[in-house]
């Protein structure tokens, strides 16, 4: 089984990828961090808490991290989550809880297990990356505990939180920058799961309403609750699995395809803040000619999913129930 720690802003789309790593037979849900952004980090730690409940995973440490971006306002997505930040389902909140840890000393000490049991971890961040930066400068050790990142985030083409930038990377685009050049300084692989891809596994609203007609089975029945809610919210037949993409992609990476490209994070632009500018150019020529350091940062950019694929996946996923 695959290790991975998931850093959430729980999230309706954070929910669905909660439920997958929580029940896919192949993946080892070592821990989950949270941090603000689409609710606030209370509203997050809860909805993140309350999902593994559903599970059936409170096994799974959880810890909450930071509250707020390095240096922005927080500025939250309650238009597209709902005011509770899932969907106001009226779930029950989970009585647990979170560690005592910040989330940062809990990834470091999950991480250096794992370099010790020489075991490392696929770390998947689904949230502004503000935990991720703090960890990478704080306790750089921890890279020999990660396997490698898969974040949710950016965009190679367009943005959503503006016509440039993708949600989470606007709301700290300072972090991702530091993750960024954290990740080239530390040998750290990176997979950047962006827009390009986000969009294309989709569960249509009658498939919505088919996990929900399975009792007994709480984790079907969240599944399609958020699956509607999401359906409802953008007056839509269907609608992506979002963040739960990114985890697929972990469980199955024979969905996905990736190209590595120069990468770097605009923090000044005043319509293009927060933008992941990806360099499609030929780089076979001479690297060392980049004017602005570009060619220093390369991540691995997911251009293409088999989305009917993970859509599948996750669906089958969810109708295990919970006994995995
Ligand atoms: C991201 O925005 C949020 O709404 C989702 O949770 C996802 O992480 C996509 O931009």
Redesign the pocket.
Same mark, same amino acid.
């Given at each position: 089984r695959v290790p991975v720690i998931l850093d959430v802003?729980t999230?309706?789309?954070?929910a669905c990828a909660l439920l997958f790593a929580a029940r896919h037979p192949g993946l080892d849900l070592r821990a989950v961090t949270c941090v603000g952004g689409?609710a606030s980090l209370a509203d997050v730690t809860r909805n993140t808490m309350t999902v593994l409940d559903i599970a059936d995973r409170a096994d799974v440490p959880v810890a909450a991290g930071a509250a707020r971006p390095l240096l922005e306002d927080p500025v939250d997505?309650r238009h597209?989550?709902g005011a509770d930040g899932m969907g106001d389902l009226g779930l029950s909140p989970s009585r647990r809880r979170p560690e005592a840890r910040h989330a940062v000393e809990l990834l470091r000490d999950e991480l250096l297990a794992a370099a010790a049991d020489g075991r490392p971890i696929t770390l998947i961040p689904?949230?502004p990356m503000t935990n991720i930066a703090l960890l990478l400068r704080t306790y750089p050790a921890v890279a020999e505990g990660i396997e490698r990142i898969v974040f949710? #985030?950016g965009a190679a083409a367009s943005g959503?939180?503006t016509a440039s930038a993708?949600?989470?990377v606007f709301h700290d685009p300072e972090a991702a920058a530091i993750v960024l050049d954290a990740c080239a300084d530390l040998g750290i692989d990176l997979v950047m799961y962006g827009?390009d891809v986000?969009y294309e596994p989709m569960i249509t609203l009658d498939e919505a309403r088919a996990l929900q007609s399975h009792p007994g089975n709480g984790v079907a029945d969240l599944a399609g609750r958020l699956i509607e809610f999401g359906c409802r919210r953008f007056e839509s037949d269907a609608t992506t699995i #979002?963040?739960a993409g990114a985890v697929c992609a972990v469980a199955d990476p024979e969905g996905i395809g990736t190209v590595p490209l120069p990468i770097r994070v605009e923090l000044t632009g005043r319509y293009t803040r927060g933008r992941t500018v990806v360099d499609h150019r030929d780089w076979s020529g001479d690297l060392a000619h980049d004017p602005h350091g570009q060619s220093d940062v390369v991540a691995e950019v997911a251009l293409a999913i088999d989305g009917p694929r993970f859509a599948r996946l996750w669906m089958d996923t969810m109708n295990a129930g919970p006994t995995p």
């Open positions: 802003d999230g309706v789309d954070d689409n997505a597209v989550h689904l949230a949710m #985030g959503n939180a993708e949600f989470n827009l986000f #979002g963040d």
